[in-house]
T-cell receptor, first 108, second 113 residues
Framework: KNEVEQSPQNLTAQEGEFITINCSYS?????LHWLQQHPGGGIVSLFM???GKKKHGRLIATINIQEKHSSLHITASHPRDSAVYIC??????????FGTGTSLTVIP | DAGVIQSPRHEVTEMGQEVTLRCKLI?????LFWYRQTMMRGLELLIY????????DSGMPEDRFSAKMPNASFSTLKIQPSEPRDSAVYFC???????????FGPGTRLTVL
């Protein structure tokens, strides 16, 4: 069993739709990261959070420590949001555990 | 700032050869992470340094892999001897400290024939 599970694995949405990507983890964490990897391969760190909610533009990340669950939301999705989104948990021993990623395609 | 700089961007080599990947941190950052990404295993943390000191190298696959930080702004990842199963994209990332947002380099695509 993976320490970090993401769902869905693949997601196709129409432009403008509200999107949710889920991440569940089984380890005790000090922080959870959301990463975005574009088709060209570059990786960008979107959020690092340890509690509550963070917002950046159309992106919102939430985390529920008790339920060991985090979500990444994209409002008013756009084709340029098409990418792989990766959830990574940093445990209290400073070890990283990565989800397998969610491949998002937003169709115009 | 130019961001995290990695070189080379692409490397093709033959099995048994030594490979050295290089990474320059963002100025002022003191934590450095080396990652490997493959289709089969996804993204894996190999090793990370804080203030030039290796903190966790449990992800380093085997003794053929070694990583160093000869100074506060530069790191190398060496594979010797290389094997075809080492073919992957290797990313390095830096942060202000190990628990802050990480900034990724563009990656080095390594192919071992």
């Amino acid at each position: 069993k993976n320490e970090v599970e993401q769902s869905p694995q693949n997601l196709t949405a129409q432009e403008g739709e509200f999107i949710t990507i889920n991440c569940s983890y089984s380890v005790g964490i000090s922080a959870l990261h959301w990463l975005q990897q574009h088709p060209g391969g570059g990786i960008v760190s979107l959020f690092m959070l340890s509690s509550g909610k963070k917002k950046h533009g159309r992106l919102i990340a939430t985390i529920n420590i008790q339920e060991k669950h985090s979500s990444l939301h994209i409002t008013a999705s756009h084709p340029r949001d098409s990418a792989v989104y990766i959830c990574a948990a940093l445990n209290t021993g400073n070890q990283f555990y990565f989800g397998t990623g969610t491949s998002l395609t937003v169709i115009p | 700032d130019a961001g995290v700089i990695q070189s080379p961007r692409h490397e093709v080599t033959e099995m048994g050869q030594e490979v050295t990947l290089r990474c320059k941190l963002i100025s002022g950052h003191n934590s450095l992470f080396w990652y490997r990404q493959t289709m089969m295993r996804g993204l894996e943390l190999l090793i990370y340094f804080n203030n030039n000191v290796p903190i966790d190298d449990s992800g380093m696959p085997e003794d053929r892999f070694s990583a160093k930080m000869p100074n506060a702004s530069f790191s190398t990842l060496k594979i010797q001897p290389s094997e075809p199963r080492d073919s992957a994209v290797y990313f390095c990332a830096s942060s202000l400290s190990g628990r802050n947002e990480q900034f990724f380099g563009p990656g080095t695509r390594l192919t071992v024939l």
